[in-house]
C-alpha cells in the first residue's frame, strides 16, 4: 500500500498499533515517540517508549509483559540488589546494553536521532522512529501530598497510586522537535495518533514548538481513542484524565485534540460516544480497536489508514 504514515506514539498501546501499520506499509511509517520519560538509571540513560517501540518493531519484545526483550535475564539489576543498591526499575540484562550503547555516544555529543536510527537499523526494525526531541524534556508530576515525582517514579515506582494534581513538561519551553519530526509530519499522507496516553504519552509531542501548528495545517490526522467504556485499557489514563479535570471518556480525549485532529477513532463498544465526538468539530468513526494480538492490530491500522 502506497501510504506515506506518520504516527505519534508512547508506551504499549502506541507499539501495538505501531506494529500492525508496519504491516500496511513498512518503510512508508514515521514513528515519533515520546522522551518525556526518558530517565537516567543505575547510570545509564534509558529511553522507555523509544525502546517499547523499537523492540515491539523488530519482533524482540516481551509482548506479555509488554516492555523489555523476550527472554531477557535480570542479573545486573539483581546483582545491584544484592549490594543494596535501589532496584525498583526492572532493566533486563540486553535492555541495560541498549542503554549502555545510548549513554557512551550521548557522551560523545551524538544526538539521539542518531542514536536511536543505528539501534533501530541493527535490531532489524523497519520504519523510522524519531524520538520527538534530541533536547531534554521531563514528564514530572505533583501529587496530592504535595510531591513531585519524574514519570518513572510516578509509574514504576509508585505505580501510578498517587492522584495527580499537575502534570508538566520540565525543559519544553526550550526544547525543539528532533531534526525530521515536523518534516515527515507535512510529508504523510495520514498522521495517526495511536491510542496512546493522551497526558503523558502524546502531550508532551504535541507540546514540542511547532507540531501543534503543522498537525493543524495537515489536512488528514487521524486519532484512536485510548479510552474505551470510560477506561483505559492499559496504564492511568482515565485516573490522570479524572483527577486533572478532564473528562475520562473518548469524547473527553477528542476534545484534548479537537483543534488539530481531523478524524478521531472510538471503539465498537462505544458507539455512544460518536455525536458527543462529532459536537466538537471532528468526524467520528467506531471501528474495534482492540489489539489481541499482532493480526487485530493490522485490522486496525488497514482500517484507520483507509479512513
Known sequence: MLVKVTALAGGVG?????????????????????TGDDARLYGVHVSPDVDIVTYWLSGLADTDRGWG???????????????????????????????????????RNESLSTITDVIRRALGARPTILPMSDDRVATMLRTSDGRVLDFQEYFVKERTEPEVVEVEFDGIDVAGPGPAVLGRIVAADVVVLCPSNPIVSIGPIV????????????????????IVRGAALKGPADRLLRSLGAQASASGVAEMYADFCDVFVVDASDKEELAKVEATGMRAAAIDTIMKDHDSSERLARALVAL
Not at 14 to 28: I, M, N, P, T, W
Not at 208 to 219: I, N
Open 14 to 34: 502506541g507499539a501495538k498499533l505501531l506494529v500492525g501499520l508496519d504491516r500496511v506499509v513498512g518503510a512508508d511509517l514515521t514513528a515519533i515517540v515520546n
Open 69 to 107: 526483550l523476550r527472554g531477557d535475564s535480570f542479573e545486573v539489576v539483581e546483582g545491584l540488589k544484592r549490594l543494596g543498591h535501589d532496584s525498583w526499575f526492572r532493566l533486563g540484562d540486553r535492555d541495560m546494553a541498549t542503554c549502555m550503547y545510548r549513554t557512551e555516544r550521548l557522551a
Open 207 to 226: 507540546g514540542l514548538h511547532g507540531v501543534r501548528a503543522t498537525l493543524r495545517d495537515h489536512p488528514h490526522v487521524v486519532a484512536v481513542s485510548p
